[in-house]
């Protein structure tokens, strides 16, 4: 039996305002569906980021609690150079969402910067220093 990964799913508060802060990443969501209570989107690759709202995870779940403290887990987008991580964290600063830690050049090679989408999961923005 092979095991293939081919979806990341975010529960998310306000469906609205967490694919506002992922089409600014770049990722094609239709606006149709911000009042949808399921949202998938097929990325490069095939592999699938999808949204749930807190009451569609109640749905098959009623016992469902969203972690506290610290997040074990990120995702990352990949810039196209240094100067795009300056460029799109401060353009997502500007926007209103939550810069964790400003771009800074990482000691593994890569400029990197964290933000936190609106329902506080890290991600993580880099691009390769040389």
Do not use: Q
């Amino acid at each position: 039996m092979a095991l293939r990964l081919n979806v990341v799913g975010i529960v998310v508060a306000d469906m609205p305002s967490s694919l506002a802060f992922y089409r600014r990443l770049g990722l094609d969501v239709p606006e149709s569906e911000d009042k949808s209570p399921h949202v998938e989107c097929v990325l490069p690759g095939g592999m699938k980021l999808t949204w749930d709202t807190v009451e569609t995870i109640h749905s098959f779940d009623p016992s469902w609690t969203p972690a506290s403290g610290s997040a074990r887990m990120a995702l990352a987008f990949e810039c196209d150079s240094p100067g795009d991580v300056d460029r799109v964290y401060a353009e997502l600063v500007e926007a209103g969402y939550d810069g964790h830690k400003a771009p800074w050049d990482a000691f593994w090679g890569m400029r990197y910067a964290v933000m936190h989408d609106p329902d506080g999961n890290g991600v993580d923005l880099y691009a390769m220093l040389s």
